[in-house]
């Protein structure tokens, strides 16, 4: 049952960061928030990783190496995202603009990787990109330069920074084949990018919080939930062979954010950006599924596992 209901379990829980950074950023600022979050998920995985005597890494090139990912998929992505709500960008926005990660990994791999890039995922970027406009198009302000209903164009950047930001990330990740316990590798991971995000917030943050319950809940939910429950159940998927379901649910990220984000904070999508949203979703379905020859490829290497 858990390996049938896992990987949409999983992209259950990476829906609820959108909205944990948003219940928790009323009562700290966006990096400094970040930065806790990194600190509290490092002890803990540096304690599971002792505790369960996972290796680490045989020299400081490889450590380095996983650090770099760790900065990219977790400073910068989540830095992005945080600043982006943080700067009045919808929890259901942000999680549709990333949400086209697989689709710009797809298309990068081909020229700086030397991988086939097929006529259906161009056709998924541009519904991709299509999808998203719609949304957008339906915030913009009138007699405004950039300008969105709720959020100003600082917002779209921050989230495309996310958006390259874990993108590099997983092609780096791609280009040096490097495999790594994901015990002691998050916990370097999240060191690094924790070293990358106390700068930002020493600089332009106060550096205060208001240790509320909701706080609390909200900081509970990022470090002990996603941080350390996506991630126990990502090695749980990868150990039995799921781990490429994950994949072709991503695009149902964005709709299950949008869901959480209504009931819980009254964020409310119009016709237009539902169309865009669900656009968007096919955009980066095409993109993610895979070819029959494959699948059959896949499903047989999952068997013999």
Known sequence: MLRRWAPALF?????????????GMPYA???????????LAAALL???ALATRAPWPSSWREAGQIAVV????????????????????????????????????ALAAGPLLGERVSLRQVAGFVLGLLGVVLVLSERIEPGTLAGFTGFDIWAVVFCGLALIGISAGTLYQKAIGQTMDLR??????????????????LLFEEMTIEWTGEFVFALTWLVL??????ISLLM???RVGAATKVASLFYLVPPVTAVFAYLLFDERLGPVALIGMAVT????????????????????SEASR
Request: aromatic residues 8%; proline residues 5%; hydrophobic residues 65%.
């Open 11 to 23: 992209v259950l829980l990476w829906s609820t960061g959108f909205l944990g950074a948003k219940l």
């Open 29 to 39: 600022e966006p990096m400094t928030l970040l930065a806790l979050r990194f600190a």
């Open 46 to 48: 540096v304690a599971l």
């Open 70 to 105: 760790g900065v990219l998929v977790h400073a910068a992505y989540l830095g992005g995202v945080f600043a982006a709500i943080a700067n009045g960008m919808p929890a259901g926005l942000a999680a549709l603009i990333v949400c086209l990660q697989p689709v710009l990994v």
């Open 184 to 201: 002691s590798g998050t916990a370097i991971q999240y060191v690094a990018a924790g070293v990358a995000i106390l700068p930002l917030a």
């Open 225 to 230: 939930v996603l941080s350390l429950g996506a």
């Open 236 to 238: 749980f998927l990868i």
């Open 281 to 300: 979703a096919f955009g980066v379905s095409l993109v993610v599924r895979q070819a029959p020859a494959k699948r059959a490829r896949q499903r047989e």
